[in-house]
T-cell receptor, first 114, second 111 residues
Framework: EAQVTQNPRYLITVTGKKLTVTCSQNMNHEYMSWYRQDPGLGLRQIYY???????DKGDVPEGYKVSRKEKRNFPLILESPSPNQTSLYFC?????????????FGPGTRLTVL | GENVEQHPSTLSVQEGDSAVIKCTYS??????FPWYKQELGKGPQLIIDIRSNVGEKKDQRIAVTLNKTAKHFSLHITETQPEDSAVYFCAARGGSYIPTFGRGTSLIVHP
């Protein structure tokens, strides 16, 4: 079954405490990305990766880091979280060469920074 | 870059009525327009898409139309049911992998 998994699903932390949200996919997709979803603002892209060791900034990259050391994993790192990073985060992959260019989203990670 | 506007932000209908969500895009090079449905507590899921060489596409109760000249596309849901209640996102994509999403429409179907 095509799957994008994220961990943790829920996280409450304090300002400045480094955290990592993991993302893993089993579809061998080259393209992966991270979004944050905030009320009234929709889905905004944080970072994306076209392939292993290739990453680039999206629309709202400030305060985030990513790495792509292997194809299946694309962790999102918050070195020093702040309350304005409280949000719902989604990892997504993109299948190419299929009938539809479908993005597959993970189930989301609800992050609260106090 | 691409800019996608989506309206309305909230749509409330009675069960059995039709619902229409509209999006406009700015980049004439965009050629792929997917629609995603996000149910409560879940990630968005593709429900239908259309490419720029097609004007309309239907899949049971949902349909999408595209007007390239006017740069707008719409999602139509007929005979709405309570399980259609969700947040719907439109998106537009051009030559790159990277789609631009609208801000979402919260559809509420009242039984």
């Amino acid at each position: 079954e095509a799957q994008v998994t994220q961990n943790p699903r829920y996280l409450i932390t304090v300002t400045g405490k480094k955290l990592t949200v993991t993302c893993s996919q089993n579809m061998n997709h080259e393209y992966m990305s991270w979004y944050r979803q905030d009320p009234g603002l929709g889905l905004r892209q944080i970072y994306y990766s076209m392939n292993v060791e290739v990453t680039d900034k999206g629309d709202v990259p400030e305060g985030y880091k990513v790495s792509r050391k292997e194809k299946r994993n694309f962790p999102l790192i918050l070195e020093s979280p702040s309350p304005n990073q409280t949000s719902l985060y989604f990892c997504a992959t993109l299948g190419r060469g299929e009938r539809t260019d479908t993005q597959y989203f993970g189930p989301g990670t609800r992050l609260t920074v106090l | 870059g691409e800019n996608v506007e989506q309206h309305p932000s909230t749509l409330s209908v009675q069960e059995g009525d039709s619902a229409v969500i509209k999006c406009t895009y700015s980049d004439s090079a965009s050629n792929y327009f997917p629609w995603y449905k996000q149910e409560l507590g879940k990630g968005p899921q593709l429900i239908i898409d259309i490419r720029s060489n097609v004007g309309e596409k239907k899949d049971q109760r949902i349909a999408v139309t595209l007007n390239k000249t006017a740069k707008h596309f719409s999602l139509h849901i007929t005979e709405t049911q309570p399980e259609d209640s969700a947040v719907y996102f439109c998106a537009a994509r051009g030559g790159s992998y990277i789609p631009t999403f609208g801000r979402g429409t919260s559809l509420i179907v009242h039984p």
